[in-house]
């Protein structure tokens, strides 16, 4: 069974009563295990899309199953509980809390999780090895580099087992050297954990760390396929 099975996803936005198509029918299947790269310019549907995915917004119309449940009907309270067992996040902004140090923006999720507190501390422990900052833990957020706060975000993303990680421009704050150690991290942490990960991007050198990558131009998909594929087409 497919992780993400889309099927026909449309997005209507209605705004001064004036419609618009964000998404126009958008079908793709992403397996356990994959790393797919979504690519499109600035436009194109592509946050719209992440939302959909990450289960923060629903379709207008067609069919979303996330590891096998519908998740389009879902009520909000569905959608966070869903939220919080599937998808682990990554943003362009690393969203980490400005006052907590790296363990425990790290233990955020398990704390909403209701974990025990010896197990929230032993998880956030491995997920920060894992990410090659267990020695960075009592940390804040602005004693980090970029490129460390984006590492302590992938951390607190997998912290609670999650299937699912979604990742919308993680390296659009970085540097290019940083960008590409975040990077090479996601592709490491898919390739040895087989944590699926999908990563949307405008950034066609960003795209080329993908396996799959998926163009997304107008509403629609306008290829998908490997990254030789997609190369070789060019
Ligand atoms: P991308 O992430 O590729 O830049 P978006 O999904 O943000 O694309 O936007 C796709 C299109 O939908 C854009 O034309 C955008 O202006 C429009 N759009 C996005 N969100 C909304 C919204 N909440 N209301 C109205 N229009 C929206
Ligand atoms: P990002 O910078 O993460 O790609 P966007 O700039 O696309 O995000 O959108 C930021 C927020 O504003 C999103 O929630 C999106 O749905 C909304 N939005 C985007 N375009 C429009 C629009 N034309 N009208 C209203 N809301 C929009």
Do not use: C
């Not at 939302?51 to 996330?66: E, K, N, Q, R």
């Not at 975040?182 to 040895?192: A, C, D, G, Q, T």
Request: aromatic letters at 6%; charged letters at 25%.
């Amino acid at each position: 069974m497919a992780l993400i099975e889309v099927k026909d996803v449309r997005k209507v936005y209605r705004m001064d009563g004036v419609e618009f198509e964000a998404l126009k029918g958008v079908s793709f299947s992403v397996e356990k295990g994959e790393f797919v790269i979504i690519m499109g310019p600035s436009g194109s549907g592509k946050s719209t899309l992440m939302h959909i995915l990450g289960a923060l917004d629903v379709p207008t119309s067609g069919s979303y199953l996330l590891d096998g449940r519908e998740i389009t009907d879902m009520t909000r309270d569905e959608l966070a509980r869903v939220r919080n067992a599937k998808i682990g996040f990554v943003f362009q902004g690393f969203n980490l809390l400005p006052r907590m140090n790296a363990m425990e923006n790290v233990e955020l999720p398990m704390l909403y999780a209701g974990f025990p507190t010896a197990e929230r501390k032993r998880k956030a422990e491995e997920a920060l090895e894992l990410v090659g900052l267990l020695d960075w833990a009592d940390h804040r957020p602005n004693q980090l580099s970029g490129g460390q706060q984006q590492r302590v975000a992938i951390a607190r993303a997998l912290v609670n087992d999650a299937p699912l990680l979604l990742a919308d421009e993680p390296t659009g704050s970085l540097d290019s050297k940083a960008g590409a150690q975040v990077m090479e991290m996601l592709v490491s942490l898919n390739e040895k954990r087989g944590i699926t990960v999908v990563l949307v991007t405008h950034d066609s050198n960003i795209a080329s760390y993908g396996k799959r990558v998926i163009g997304v131009l107008d509403g629609l998909i306008s290829s998908d396929g490997s990254k030789e594929t997609v190369e070789s087409r060019v």
